[in-house]
């Protein structure tokens, strides 16, 4: 099932709507994929890990929208469903990479390592 794109507006209202935490959150998308799977220098805001993040506004409502996923598939199982908080801008290695819903310049990030 599609998700990538979906997955932080899904929760971020979950947040909202007091059902989950935002430290919750990034621990789910954040952190515990570093511990579980091992990858080096992802996951965590520090010294000598990548300067990846994302930056979201909680009380931004948008509606999500098949002809606005960037995917593949085209397409969303929350296709004109509404949610309360959103990413405004991601942020790959130091560069925009998208902001306000829209794909900046080319994809440049890296081969992911693991420990």
């Known amino acids: 099932m599609p ?3 979906t997955i932080v507006p ?8 007091g059902r989950l935490t935002l430290e919750q959150f990034m621990n789910f998308v954040c952190e ?3 511990k579980i799977f091992g990858i080096k220098n992802k ?7 990548d300067a990846d993040f994302t930056i979201v506004d909680l009380n931004k409502v948008i509606e999500i929208k098949n002809e606005n996923i960037q995917s593949k598939c085209g397409w969303s199982p929350f296709n004109g469903y509404k949610f309360k908080g ?11 990479k998208m902001k306000d819903g829209k ?11 693991f420990k």
């Open 32 to 34: 515990n994929p570093v």
């Open 10 to 17: 899904v929760m971020l209202n979950h947040i909202n709507e």
């Open 86 to 96: 959103t990413p405004v801008a991601t942020i790959v290695n130091g560069e925009i």
């Open 103 to 113: 794909i900046l310049g080319d994809p440049k990030g890296q081969p992911i390592v």
């Open 43 to 49: 996951g965590f805001i520090k010294k000598d890990f």
């Open 3 to 5: 998700g990538v794109q």
